[in-house]
Protein backbone atom coordinates (compact mmCIF):
# COMPACT_ATOMS: atom_id res chain seq x y z
CA UNK A 1 0.00 0.00 0.00
CA UNK A 2 1.18 3.35 -1.03
CA UNK A 3 -0.59 6.76 0.23
CA UNK A 4 0.75 10.18 -1.18
CA UNK A 5 -0.67 13.01 0.63
CA UNK A 6 -0.79 16.58 -0.65
CA UNK A 7 -2.72 19.60 -0.38
CA UNK A 8 -1.24 21.29 3.22
CA UNK A 9 0.63 24.91 3.28
CA UNK A 10 0.25 27.67 5.13
CA UNK A 11 -2.90 29.52 5.74
CA UNK A 12 -4.47 32.33 8.64
CA UNK A 13 -6.33 31.06 11.20
CA UNK A 14 -9.97 30.82 10.19
CA UNK A 15 -8.65 29.79 6.50
CA UNK A 16 -9.33 26.32 4.38
CA UNK A 17 -7.65 23.90 2.74
CA UNK A 18 -8.20 20.68 1.44
CA UNK A 19 -6.21 18.01 1.56
CA UNK A 20 -6.08 14.64 -0.53
CA UNK A 21 -4.90 11.15 -0.42
CA UNK A 22 -3.89 9.23 -3.65
CA UNK A 23 -4.04 5.57 -2.52
CA UNK A 24 -2.40 2.37 -4.14
CA UNK A 25 -5.17 0.41 -3.52
CA UNK A 26 -8.08 0.57 -1.12
CA UNK A 27 -7.98 -2.69 0.96
CA UNK A 28 -8.80 -1.31 3.72
CA UNK A 29 -12.07 -0.46 4.89
CA UNK A 30 -11.69 2.57 6.54
CA UNK A 31 -9.35 5.34 5.74
CA UNK A 32 -8.61 8.53 7.24
CA UNK A 33 -6.46 11.29 8.47
CA UNK A 34 -3.86 11.09 11.28
CA UNK A 35 -1.88 14.34 12.71
CA UNK A 36 1.40 14.73 14.62
CA UNK A 37 2.92 17.73 16.17
CA UNK A 38 6.97 17.68 17.01
CA UNK A 39 7.17 15.69 19.98
CA UNK A 40 3.77 14.21 20.60
CA UNK A 41 2.28 11.04 19.25
CA UNK A 42 0.25 10.80 15.99
CA UNK A 43 -2.93 11.23 16.41
CA UNK A 44 -6.36 10.09 14.30
CA UNK A 45 -8.87 13.12 12.82
CA UNK A 46 -11.10 11.22 11.32
CA UNK A 47 -11.53 8.06 9.37
CA UNK A 48 -14.58 6.93 6.73
CA UNK A 49 -15.86 3.90 5.85
CA UNK A 50 -15.59 3.51 2.22
CA UNK A 51 -18.30 0.60 1.84
CA UNK A 52 -20.78 2.52 4.34
CA UNK A 53 -19.90 6.24 4.04
CA UNK A 54 -19.91 6.06 7.87
CA UNK A 55 -17.55 9.42 9.14
CA UNK A 56 -15.70 10.04 12.48
CA UNK A 57 -14.48 13.07 13.72
CA UNK A 58 -12.18 13.80 16.74
CA UNK A 59 -14.01 16.07 19.13
CA UNK A 60 -11.77 19.42 18.40
CA UNK A 61 -12.39 19.31 14.83
CA UNK A 62 -16.33 18.37 14.12
CA UNK A 63 -18.21 20.45 12.84
CA UNK A 64 -15.15 22.04 10.81
CA UNK A 65 -13.38 19.19 8.81
CA UNK A 66 -15.12 17.35 6.53
CA UNK A 67 -13.79 13.94 5.50
CA UNK A 68 -14.72 12.03 2.24
CA UNK A 69 -13.59 9.20 -0.41
CA UNK A 70 -13.78 9.17 -3.92
CA UNK A 71 -13.64 4.87 -4.43
CA UNK A 72 -13.13 5.37 -8.08
CA UNK A 73 -10.07 7.28 -7.84
CA UNK A 74 -8.80 5.97 -4.67
CA UNK A 75 -8.89 9.39 -3.38
CA UNK A 76 -9.04 10.64 0.20
CA UNK A 77 -9.86 14.07 0.91
CA UNK A 78 -9.80 16.43 3.93
CA UNK A 79 -11.53 19.46 4.27
CA UNK A 80 -10.14 21.64 6.60
CA UNK A 81 -12.74 24.98 7.38
CA UNK A 82 -11.99 27.42 10.18
CA UNK A 83 -8.61 26.36 10.92
CA UNK A 84 -7.21 27.22 14.01
CA UNK A 85 -3.69 27.47 15.40
CA UNK A 86 -3.77 23.86 16.69
CA UNK A 87 -4.42 22.56 13.63
CA UNK A 88 -0.85 23.04 12.75
CA UNK A 89 0.83 19.37 11.87
CA UNK A 90 2.32 17.12 9.78
CA UNK A 91 -1.28 15.30 8.25
CA UNK A 92 -0.93 11.61 7.14
CA UNK A 93 -3.54 9.47 5.67
CA UNK A 94 -3.66 5.57 6.65
CA UNK A 95 -6.48 2.91 7.05
CA UNK A 96 -8.17 3.24 10.41
CA UNK A 97 -8.94 0.26 12.44
CA UNK A 98 -12.95 -0.51 11.94
CA UNK A 99 -14.18 3.08 12.27
CA UNK A 100 -11.92 3.87 15.13
CA UNK A 101 -9.56 6.90 14.81
CA UNK A 102 -6.43 4.24 15.80
CA UNK A 103 -4.27 2.64 12.72
CA UNK A 104 -4.23 -1.57 12.47
CA UNK A 105 -1.90 -2.55 14.61
CA UNK A 106 0.23 -4.22 11.39
CA UNK A 107 0.31 -1.07 9.39
CA UNK A 108 3.17 0.58 8.97
CA UNK A 109 3.41 2.02 5.39
CA UNK A 110 3.30 5.66 6.12
CA UNK A 111 3.91 8.08 3.33
CA UNK A 112 5.47 11.28 3.96
CA UNK A 113 2.61 13.44 4.98
CA UNK A 114 1.56 17.10 4.05
CA UNK A 115 2.72 20.21 6.35
CA UNK A 116 -0.47 22.25 7.49
CA UNK A 117 0.40 25.20 9.28
CA UNK A 118 -2.08 28.05 10.69
CA UNK A 119 -0.76 31.13 12.09
CA UNK A 120 -0.93 34.78 11.11
Known amino acids: LQLVESGGGLVQPGGSLTLSCAASELNYDAIGWFRQVPGKERKGISC????????DYADPVKGRFTISVDVAKKTVYLQMNTLKPEDTGVYYCAPCLSILLIPPPDFTSWGQGTQVTVSS
Open 48 to 55: VSSSTGFR
